[in-house]
């Protein structure tokens, strides 16, 4: 049996140690509950922004793919085109190719500016190399008549527009490498008598948005 006077220390201590861990215990639940609350509001500031992020990327996708259809509206607008549907005149060809040029040198953003014709075949084509807008050839110009995006554009109707999916630009046949993802803009021209002609196609790369979008961000 302890001594009377070890009794009153004792009883002191287990008191202290009671006291010490219902202390412990609410410590920790308040620095629980902190720690919570501090994440909550640092995962809704990371939401919030991936929020606003994402709100400017769908902005700048929705503000090029009108400016795409915008170009695309006025090439098949061209006196040029029209001429050259009607009567098949070298000169016209001439001007509207010059006119493709013009586009590609100011927008800077087409991979291919093209006209086909009723049979899927380049009538025009420009491309852009390193910067820089170029007219093919009449030699290297190519048959897409096979190609799905050419037989769902010559099915529309007048003033309707045609955006792909995202696809790999394809040359020949042939992927390339690296491989170049692409999306292509397609419009049916007609001529005067309302005959489908061929369309007009427009093909942009899609990291042409991506940059814009992260610029704005």
């Known amino acids: 049996m302890p001594p009377l006077n070890e009794r009153p220390l004792r009883a002191s201590l287990n008191r ?17 509950m902190f720690y ?10 990371i939401q919030d922004q991936e929020r606003y992020v994402l709100g400017l990327q769908q902005q700048t996708i929705d503000a090029t793919f009108k400016a795409v259809i915008r170009d695309l ?3 098949v ?22 006119e493709f040029l013009a586009l590609s040198r100011l927008q800077s953003v087409y ?7 009723e049979n899927g075949k380049e009538r025009i084509r420009v491309n852009l190399t390193s910067g820089i807008p170029g007219l093919v050839p009449d030699e290297r110009l190519q048959d897409k008549a096979g190609r799905y995006y050419f037989l769902d554009t010559f099915s529309l109707d007048q003033g309707q527009v045609y955006v792909s999916p995202l696809d790999l ?5 042939d992927l390339g490498r690296p491989y170049k993802p692409m999306i292509r803009f397609g ?16 093909t942009t790369w899609p990291g042409t948005c991506w940059t814009s979008s992260r610029t704005s961000a």
Not at 111 to 117: G, K, S, T, W
Not at 169 to 173: I, L, Q, S, V
């Open 187 to 202: 419009a049916p021209v007609f001529d005067s008598r309302g005959r489908n002609a061929g369309w007009c196609c427009s």
């Open 169 to 173: 630009k394809n040359e020949h046949g």
């Open 16 to 32: 202290f140690f009671v006291i010490f861990l219902v202390c412990g215990a609410v410590l920790a639940g308040a620095a629980g």
């Open 111 to 117: 991979d291919q500016v093209r006209l086909l014709d």
């Open 36 to 45: 919570r609350s501090q994440s909550a509001d640092f995962l809704r500031t």
């Open 77 to 98: 607008e061209q006196n040029e085109l029209q001429e050259l549907l009607d009567t098949g005149s070298q000169e016209a060809r001439e001007g509207l190719a010059t």
């Open 73 to 75: 509206s006025f090439l």
